[in-house]
């Protein structure tokens, strides 16, 4: 959980000056009011809930953020705003913000395990529909709710709880993440306040789950007790993590490829057609969502880790545009969700090549990862910052001002 947030951290302190960080902080900023919580790239402190909806969003604009894939969402950028916006508000301690973290960013997991597939194919954003009871969990930890009063926001949180894929490629998609950490922060607020809610806002005929396409086949609680947040995945390229097999499996290519291209073949699981299939992306943050763009990126030796390189000036490039016409995505449903073979045919020859994401990291590796990682988006000084301070705890008056001077 400490590496997700110190990951956190980075990716919304490198993403606070893009053109939505920019409009979510003014809208929150000019609405003023108590001065509760911090929030990325702005000395002011607001409302829990106003920072909560401002720092989910400004965290999740580059994408960069870490991924579950048993529900294909990102839990940490909608529980971790929730969570810290509740904890410095409510003046909570580093290990009580990390354990109402831990087990909010569980609870998200198991609530879109619970809705199942069919609710991410029907076109909803995990991120915000689970993430919202994740960040409701975490809220309602760190103000002491009573089991009676958690019942309340989770099930007022059912009625809240919002996020389309269609807004994948635009401004929205980050609006998603921050909506959902707000609402998890406004409906503890109102449970605590004495708001009342159906008794069974999730599971009844016209609960949450019913009328969102959940299959509501998976328990929510395993009979063995094991964590599912401990299969977390941490990103490494600057773009949806559907691609990212792919564009792992083309890396490892790259140096044994001889001859013009001719045609570049990417097969994956089918549920990431309607996630990062873009073919002909129009802008930077379109390209984030496209096979064929990045994987021109990849194969022309432009980074996909590098910021910079999502932009509409790259959207537009003839070369990338040309290459990328020449690569066709298919799919197979007997593919893992975290997996991806690449075909690449040449003058020369075929090249061939597999990746799954799945496949596990030695743990030592992962930290440095992420130092390195932290240490491009934001430079040495600042990245130690972070980590220094994070090998130290998990304190929110620290990481408050971490997110409003660094």
Not at 11 to 38: F, K, N, W, Y
Not at 184 to 192: D, I
Not at 297 to 309: P, Q, R, W, Y
């Amino acid at each position: 959980m400490r590496l997700s947030l110190l990951d956190w951290i980075s990716v919304g302190l490198a993403g606070r000056d893009e053109p939505v960080a920019q409009i979510i902080r003014t809208m929150v900023c000019d609405e003023a009011g108590q001065g509760q919580a911090s929030l990325f790239g702005d000395a002011s402190r607001l409302p829990a809930r106003a920072a909560a909806l401002a720092n989910g969003t400004i965290s999740h604009a580059l994408d960069y953020d870490d991924t579950h894939f048993a529900h294909i969402g990102h839990p940490s950028v909608v529980v971790l705003p929730a969570a810290l916006a509740v904890a410095e508000a409510e003046k909570a301690e580093g290990p009580a913000f990390l354990n109402a973290a831990l087990l909010g960013v569980e609870a998200s997991i198991r609530i879109g395990l619970w809705l199942g597939r069919s609710h991410y194919q029907a076109g909803f954003h995990q991120t915000a529909t689970a993430g919202a009871f994740g960040a409701t969990v975490a809220a309602a930890k760190l103000m002491g709710l009573s089991t009676a009063q958690t019942e309340t926001a989770l099930n007022l949180v059912a009625t809240r709880a919002s996020g389309l894929k269609s807004q994948f490629g635009t401004m929205g998609k980050p609006y998603n993440a921050g909506i959902a950490a707000s609402n998890g922060v406004e409906c503890a607020t109102l449970a605590r306040l004495g708001m009342t809610a159906a008794q069974d806002g999730l599971a009844t005929g016209q609960g949450f789950g019913p009328t969102h396409s959940g299959t509501l086949e998976t328990a929510l609680f395993d009979a063995d007790g094991h964590w599912h947040f401990d299969r977390i995945s941490h990103k490494f390229h600057a773009c949806c993590h559907g691609t990212h097999a792919a564009l792992d499996a083309l890396i490892t290519l790259v140096p044994q490829i001889t001859g013009e291209i001719e045609k570049i073949t990417i097969t994956t699981h089918p549920r990431w057609l309607s996630v990062c299939n873009i073919k002909v992306p129009r802008t930077g943050l379109e390209v984030k969502f496209s096979y064929a763009h990045t994987a021109a990126m990849a194969l022309s030796g432009l980074s996909t880790a590098a910021l910079d390189s999502f932009s509409d000036k790259v959207a537009g490039d003839v070369a990338l545009k040309s290459l990328a016409s020449r690569v066709e995505v298919q799919a197979t449903d007997t593919m893992a969700e975290t997996a991806a073979t690449v075909s690449v045919r040449t003058a020369s020859g075929q090249f061939e090549a597999s990746y799954d994401l799945a496949d596990p990291q030695l743990p030592q590796a992962l930290p440095a990862r992420l130092k390195a990682k932290s240490a491009a988006l934001l430079g040495q000084d600042t990245a130690a910052d972070i980590w220094r301070g994070g090998e130290k705890g998990a304190d929110p008056d620290q990481i408050g001002t971490l997110l409003r001077t660094s």
